[in-house]
């Protein structure tokens, strides 16, 4: 079992910068694909980015793509979301995910554990 708590949102204006964390426990994160999803107010759930467990292969919605970095620290059994130039549109709850495996998914289905979630309140 894996247990994952996001912390680092909070409130910004339109083009400041956010670090998201997401930090586990129960398990180490070395062989668990990592991320990051979101949810605005009355939409679904979307994929933002992830990462595999090596940290060498990255994957970004074309959303956030050049704006956001997801990167790992697996020796601190941590996954970070840096978010620059952010706009209102990114206003949502930010959620980390973790799938073991080898691969970098992007649908929420494939995830097997999920984080209870951060605010990220973009102010234009």
Not at 94 to 114: F, I, L, N, T
């Amino acid at each position: 079992q894996v247990q994952l708590v996001e912390s680092g949102g909070g409130l910004v204006q339109a083009g400041g910068s956010l670090r998201l964390s997401c930090a586990a426990s129960g398990r180490t994160l070395s062989r668990y694909a990592m991320g990051w999803f979101r949810q605005a107010p009355g939409k679904e759930r979307e994929f933002a980015a992830t990462i595999r467990w090596s940290g060498d292969i990255t994957y970004y919605a074309d959303s956030v793509k050049g704006r956001f970095t997801i990167s790992r620290d697996n020796a601190k059994n941590t996954v970070y979301l840096q978010m620059n130039s952010l706009k209102p549109d990114d206003t949502a709850v930010y959620y980390c995910a973790a799938q073991y495996g080898s691969g970098y998914p992007r649908r929420s289905s494939d995830y097997d554990y999920w984080g209870q979630g951060t605010q990220v309140t973009v102010s234009s």
